[in-house]
Each structure stands twice: as C-alpha cells, then as structure tokens.
C-alpha cells in the first residue's frame, strides 16, 4: 500500500470513529426524549438501532487491526489506531446505556409518572456535551481540554447522587412507588456510567497525544 493510500486509510477509520459517536450521541438524546416523553415507538427505535452501532464497532475495529497489521504503524499513529480501538469499545457500551435507557421506558409502559423528569435530562445534556468535547478533542489532539472533561465528570456523580436521595425519599415515604423510582433510578445510573466511559474518552486521547496515562499528565500546559 502506497503511503498516501495509508495516510487516507488512518483518516477513514477517525471518520468513521465519528460517525459512530454521532450515532451514540443521537441514541442517548432519543432513549432519554422516549423516557420523557413515554415514547415507546421512539424507545423501540433506539433499541433496533444499537445493532447498527455495533455493527460500526466492529467494523472499525477490523479496520484498525488490519491497518496495524499490514502498514506496522510506528509511534503516533500506532497509539492513534490503538486509540480508535479503545474509543469504539467506549462507545459500543455507551450505546448500550442508550438501549437499557430505552428498555427501562419500554419497562414502565403507561404507567403514571413518578415525577417530571427535570435532572435525568439535564445529566443526559451534560453526558452529550461531555462526549462531544472529548471527541472535539480527540480530532485536535487537545490535551488540556480532555482534562476538563475529566473533571467534569465529578458534576455528573454529583447530580446522580442528587438524583438517588431524591429517589429514596419517594421510596421510603410510599412504598407503592418502589417500581417506578427504580426504573428513573436505573436509567440515572446508566447516565452516569456513559459520563465514565467518556472520561475514558478523554483519558485513552492524553495517551494518544503524550503517550502517557491519565495521572502523568494531570494540569493544562501553561
């Protein structure tokens, strides 16, 4: 393979590392809409489509893998590709969450809500925004701002626990609605875990960038 054909490769597979988060990003947005909104035709939607977003993952991964196998990358663009293979995974579970937000709506049905949902968006905006600044920074290979959205993530455990005493008042003060505050429980949890898997984002892009490991390189360059 000529190195020009090399070079358009490696920027195929970020392309279509992109895409894929786009993909994921449009998941949680929708999975969170269907649960707001008691949308169980958009809720099926996102569940058939987590297929497709594995699909992307796996074909990026042979992408990568048969790049690193046939053009033995050196230094930078060897982390580069092994970085594209993290993020995929990365994403994957992240839409994942997105199907289980959706299965948890398909769960409660037309049942009464609990309470309007208020924090469960607002940490879905939050994850999103999260996910889109890692990405932003993956493309620019910007250390410092992977390390802001590493921090981020404490707002989100925040807003999590907020949301979990919320929900454990409910409960205790009337047993009947144990069910539903699960259900609003478990989809905040899965909010939560797709902020940690984008503060995996950010990490898995300082080491593509540095070579080192989060905790190496801990403060924004002056």
């Known amino acids: ?17 992109l895409m894929m988060a786009s993909m994921v990003e449009k998941a949680i947005g929708r999975s969170v809409d269907a649960l ?38 050196m230094a930078g663009d060897l982390r580069v590709l092994v970085t ?14 997105a199907e289980g937000i959706a299965k948890i709506c398909r769960m409660m049905g037309d049942e009464p809500p609990l309470k309007p949902l208020i924090d469960i968006p607002r940490m879905a905006e939050m994850a999103s925004d999260m996910l889109r600044r890692s990405l932003d920074a993956f493309v620019k290979h910007d250390v410092d701002s992977s390390i802001e959205v590493r921090r981020d993530d404490d707002e989100i455990d925040a807003m999590y626990e907020q949301v979990y005493r919320e929900l454990l008042t409910f409960m205790l003060g009337d047993p009947t609605v144990i069910r539903r505050a699960t259900y609003l ?3 905040a949890h899965n909010l939560e875990r797709i902020a940690d898997r984008t503060t995996n984002i950010a ?5 593509m960038v540095t070579g080192e490991r989060y905790g190496e390189v801990t403060t924004p360059a002056g």
């Open 1 to 17: 393979m000529l190195r020009s054909e090399y070079h358009r490769d490696l920027q195929l597979v970020q392309d279509e590392l």
């Open 203 to 207: 990490e898995n892009v300082i080491y």
């Open 84 to 97: 594209v293979i993290h993020l995929a995974s990365e994403l994957e579970r992240m839409g994942d969450y």
């Open 36 to 73: 707001k909104n008691r949308d169980l035709l958009m809720a099926e939607e996102v569940i058939r489509e987590d297929d497709i977003i594995d699909d992307k993952q796996d074909e990026i991964e042979e992408k990568c893998i048969d790049l690193i196998a046939t053009q033995q990358p």
């Open 185 to 187: 429980l478990w989809a």
